[in-house]
T-cell receptor
Framework: AQSVTQLDSHVSVSEGTPVLLRCNYS??????LFWYVQHPNKGLQLLLK??????LVKGINGFEAEFKKSETSFHLTKPSAHMSDAAEYFC????????????FGTGTRLKVLA | NAGVMQNPRHLVRRRGQEARLRCSPM?????VYWYRQLPEEGLKFMVY????????ESGMPKERFSAEFPKEGPSILRIQQVVRGDSAAYFC??????????????FGDGTRLSIL
């Protein structure tokens, strides 16, 4: 069975400094992994996805993530945080057959300090 | 190109009433998923539907909850005889025909259900 673990429930960074949001996954098969962002009282927006192509995935708004099979990790990074990045971030693994339903991590709330 | 549309955005019900949540998928999407988000938690899968068919309802509570996706019109998530524990945000997502390509799901803004 697939699962994801987001290692930090809250992360605070100063504006202009790098962002690192950590995610580890468990999957019996080659996984499909996603990062979504949720702003307050809004839906989820897709940041990026990994589906067994390049291991370094570039997404929107300057975010990227690296798939590391040996570490079963899919950490999300951004070189320089912006105030508008403050939001909740979810790491997601998709079941690899059948219904392709999503299994969500518990989320990481990113706070950006001026 | 409109995204996934959910309505209402906010719904207040008293205990024992029925709640109906609607979801119109993105144009061209024939797969609909419903998720529930409890406060301070991630989203949990409830049900997956294609037009006129429930494909996977393994995340649906056994009683009071039902979902449909008719040939015409939006998908409906129905909760009968609501209880306080049903208070949550309910999100709908849609995707294109999967065909093994694992297309990403696109989410609506959710319906926030409050039970008095």
């Amino acid at each position: 069975a697939q699962s994801v673990t987001q290692l930090d429930s809250h992360v605070s960074v100063s504006e202009g400094t790098p962002v690192l949001l950590r995610c580890n996954y468990s999957s019996s098969y080659s996984p499909s992994l996603f990062w979504y962002v949720q702003h307050p009282n809004k839906g989820l927006q897709l940041l990026l996805k990994y589906t067994s192509a390049a291991t370094l995935v570039k997404g929107i708004n300057g975010f990227e993530a690296e798939f590391k099979k040996s570490e079963t990790s899919f950490h999300l990074t951004k070189p320089s945080a912006h105030m508008s990045d403050a939001a909740e971030y979810f790491c997601v693994v998709s079941t690899t057959s059948g219904t392709y339903k999503y299994i969500f991590g518990t989320g990481t709330r990113l706070k950006v300090l001026a | 190109n409109a995204g996934v549309m959910q309505n209402p955005r906010h719904l207040v019900r008293r205990r024992g009433q029925e709640a109906r949540l609607r979801c119109s998928p993105m144009k061209g999407h024939s797969h609909v998923y419903w998720y529930r988000q409890l406060p301070e938690e991630g989203l949990k899968f409830m049900v997956y539907l294609q037009k006129e068919n429930i494909i996977d309802e393994s995340g649906m509570p056994k009683e009071r909850f039902s979902a449909e996706f008719p040939k015409e019109g939006p998908s409906i998530l129905r909760i009968q005889q609501v209880v306080r524990g049903d208070s949550a945000a309910y999100f709908c997502a849609s995707s294109t025909d999967l065909s093994g390509l694992n297309q990403p799901q696109h989410f609506g803004d959710g319906t926030r259900l409050s039970i008095l």
